[in-house]
């Protein structure tokens, strides 16, 4: 399964795109989207619609990924 971080990480490469880059976009410090990309921190549904424009993803993939991500952290273990 892919997860949002790994897809922000594999978009953003593909486009050349910085970190802080795509930071900003989502108005967050590096620090945090490094730990989004690591799947260590979430992200909020308005912060997945923004990624998903920047780094020109379908927003309904980018969603459902979250979401699933969402899910599986529900799950217990």
Known sequence: ???????????GEKQN?????V??????????????ERGVRNLNRE????LA???KVSEDEF????LCDKVI???PH
Do not use: F, N
């Open 53 to 55: 424009q920047l780094l």
């Open 63 to 66: 969603v459902s990924l979250w």
């Open 47 to 50: 912060q997945v619609i923004k």
């Open 23 to 36: 930071a900003a976009h989502i108005e967050v410090d590096t620090a945090l989207l490094s730990k989004i």
């Open 1 to 11: 399964m892919r997860y949002p971080g790994q897809k922000i990480r594999e978009s």
């Open 17 to 21: 795109l910085l970190l802080r880059q």
């Open 73 to 75: 952290s529900l799950a």
